[in-house]
């Protein structure tokens, strides 16, 4: 390895020791007989100083001809100095070009030239070196980071379901078909049979990080074709009450870990975080029709799903009573996939729930069918073949305790709380309808 310490290992108390950093020229400045280099590596920016008397001839010319984000390792002594990003410089001893960067650029790094989201995507590499789009990323994991470990500590193991599967998830027909050998299969559009499978297995409580596939013609800022989710199920539940107290705990890990590790980053983004309160409110789909109807003037037939205005309407009306996360609960069974337990008081709803966030769902969830015959009537009342599930439908043959899960949308759920314009921000290499590259 290079020998080298990041930028945020620096300090003034460091003054007068000597050391080496790496990164890409961010900035080259000249200013008299003063030439300056700004160095960024992942945790910020390293002014290196170079006064033309003070210097080696040779190092003074290395800098003088190094082009904008080439690559460089630079040896010297730290100087504590006010002015300077972090409060230190670097005076060099040594500058070596590891890799010279072309010229010009596609894409303007320091953001002082604004680009479009195309352009930016075009040259993702480029845009993932502003530090307020990096930003996004180490957000990102430190909340999956948050997600995991919650998840260990309530007692949840760690699983990995296929990505090949040979029919539907969730019956529809929003499925990527693939070649695999002499058969048709297709990208998994969520580990959700399998989840319920392991149900009966003993392993009563499992989560995955999952990669979902949904040929989804959309092209809007909220939807993508491959989505990053947090998915679980858990077992021995009296209701799905049991459910969202698993989420609630999960999502006020996550955020907390964010703003107590992220802050840096959050101020980059111009985010202030608060971990929300427990429990959050529940409404039912009906209390939300009623609600919309009585303060927004929009009235929605009984049955339908909710649109998009709809769920904008409600979150301004959750917000101004001081809630941005809420659940939305029982809705109609005929809107909800097969699998979804009826409601224990009227057949006609369900043991559904979604979790909305600033007006948009990140999680839906359900409790889940565990009687076999009750789930084969359900199958066929969606028009879909017993046959096509008989592995999934062998798990509840032999046991399978009354169960429960969801799934939350990394990237929506990441969109919604660093108050990004378009989902593609909280993906590195977003696919869409019109975007397979980079």
């Given at each position: 390895m290079i020998e080298r310490v990041y930028s945020g290992e620096l300090s003034p108390e460091k003054d007068g020791e000597e050391v080496s950093i790496a990164g890409w020229v961010h900035e080259k400045r000249k200013l008299g007989g003063l030439l300056f280099?700004?160095?960024?590596?992942?945790?910020?920016?390293v002014q290196v100083t170079l006064p033309k008397k003070f210097v080696p001839a040779e190092v003074f010319e290395t800098a003088k001809g190094v082009s904008k984000e080439s690559v460089v390792v630079v040896k010297g002594k730290l100087q504590a100095m006010d002015k300077a990003p972090g409060g230190v410089e670097v005076i060099p001893s040594q500058i070596e070009v590891l890799s010279s960067a072309a010229?010009?650029?596609?894409?303007?790094p320091t953001g002082k030239v604004p680009a479009n989201l195309d352009t930016r995507l075009d040259h993702r590499v480029l845009d993932l070196r502003k530090p307020q789009v990096a930003a996004i990323f180490k957000i990102r994991s430190r909340a999956l980071k948050a997600a995991r470990e919650h998840l260990l500590s309530q007692g949840f193991i760690e699983v990995h379901t296929p990505r090949i599967i040979s029919t539907a998830s969730?019956?529809?027909?929003?499925?990527?078909?693939?070649?695999?050998?002499?058969?048709?299969?297709f990208l998994a559009q969520s580990p959700q049979l399998y989840k319920q499978m392991l149900m009966g297995s003993g392993l009563d409580r499992v989560f995955e990080i999952a990669t979902y596939f949904?040929?989804?013609?959309?092209?809007?800022?909220?939807?993508?074709?491959?989505?990053?989710?947090?998915?679980c199920e858990l077992a021995f539940i009296s209701g799905y009450e049991d459910v969202l107290k698993v989420i609630e705990g999960l999502i006020c890990a996550m955020i907390r870990e964010v703003k107590e590790h992220c802050s840096q980053e959050l101020e980059r983004l111009g985010v202030e975080l608060e971990v929300p309160r427990t429990p959050f409110p529940r409404l039912t789909y009906a209390e939300v029709l009623s609600l919309l109807e009585?303060?927004?003037n929009l009235k929605l037939p009984f049955g339908e799903d909710l649109t998009t205005e709809a769920e904008k309407k409600l979150g301004e009306i959750m917000h101004q009573r001081g809630h941005e996360l809420y659940f939305v609960t029982r809705f109609p069974l005929d809107a909800k996939p097969f699998y979804t337990m009826p409601?224990?008081?009227?057949?006609?709803?369900?043991a559904s729930f979604d979790l909305e966030f600033k007006g948009r769902e990140i999680i839906s969830g359900s409790q889940r069918i565990h009687d076999y015959d009750l789930l084969v009537q359900r199958i066929k009342a969606k028009g879909l073949r017993e046959q096509n599930f008989s592995s999934y439908l062998e798990a509840f043959k032999y046991g399978m305790p009354p169960h429960g899960g969801f799934g939350m949308g990394i990237e929506r759920f990441l969109m919604l709380l660093l108050d990004l314009p378009n989902i593609r921000e909280a993906v590195l290499f977003p696919r869409d309808r019109h975007r397979l590259e980079p």
């Amino acid at each position: 390895m290079i020998e080298r310490v990041y930028s945020g290992e620096l300090s003034p108390e460091k003054d007068g020791e000597e050391v080496s950093i790496a990164g890409w020229v961010h900035e080259k400045r000249k200013l008299g007989g003063l030439l300056f280099l700004l160095v960024r590596d992942r945790d910020g920016i390293v002014q290196v100083t170079l006064p033309k008397k003070f210097v080696p001839a040779e190092v003074f010319e290395t800098a003088k001809g190094v082009s904008k984000e080439s690559v460089v390792v630079v040896k010297g002594k730290l100087q504590a100095m006010d002015k300077a990003p972090g409060g230190v410089e670097v005076i060099p001893s040594q500058i070596e070009v590891l890799s010279s960067a072309a010229s010009p650029l596609p894409l303007d790094p320091t953001g002082k030239v604004p680009a479009n989201l195309d352009t930016r995507l075009d040259h993702r590499v480029l845009d993932l070196r502003k530090p307020q789009v990096a930003a996004i990323f180490k957000i990102r994991s430190r909340a999956l980071k948050a997600a995991r470990e919650h998840l260990l500590s309530q007692g949840f193991i760690e699983v990995h379901t296929p990505r090949i599967i040979s029919t539907a998830s969730e019956g529809g027909t929003e499925l990527f078909p693939i070649s695999y050998f002499e058969r048709e299969a297709f990208l998994a559009q969520s580990p959700q049979l399998y989840k319920q499978m392991l149900m009966g297995s003993g392993l009563d409580r499992v989560f995955e990080i999952a990669t979902y596939f949904r040929a989804e013609e959309h092209d809007t800022i909220w939807h993508l074709n491959e989505i990053t989710a947090v998915d679980c199920e858990l077992a021995f539940i009296s209701g799905y009450e049991d459910v969202l107290k698993v989420i609630e705990g999960l999502i006020c890990a996550m955020i907390r870990e964010v703003k107590e590790h992220c802050s840096q980053e959050l101020e980059r983004l111009g985010v202030e975080l608060e971990v929300p309160r427990t429990p959050f409110p529940r409404l039912t789909y009906a209390e939300v029709l009623s609600l919309l109807e009585e303060e927004a003037n929009l009235k929605l037939p009984f049955g339908e799903d909710l649109t998009t205005e709809a769920e904008k309407k409600l979150g301004e009306i959750m917000h101004q009573r001081g809630h941005e996360l809420y659940f939305v609960t029982r809705f109609p069974l005929d809107a909800k996939p097969f699998y979804t337990m009826p409601d224990s008081e009227d057949p006609e709803l369900s043991a559904s729930f979604d979790l909305e966030f600033k007006g948009r769902e990140i999680i839906s969830g359900s409790q889940r069918i565990h009687d076999y015959d009750l789930l084969v009537q359900r199958i066929k009342a969606k028009g879909l073949r017993e046959q096509n599930f008989s592995s999934y439908l062998e798990a509840f043959k032999y046991g399978m305790p009354p169960h429960g899960g969801f799934g939350m949308g990394i990237e929506r759920f990441l969109m919604l709380l660093l108050d990004l314009p378009n989902i593609r921000e909280a993906v590195l290499f977003p696919r869409d309808r019109h975007r397979l590259e980079p």
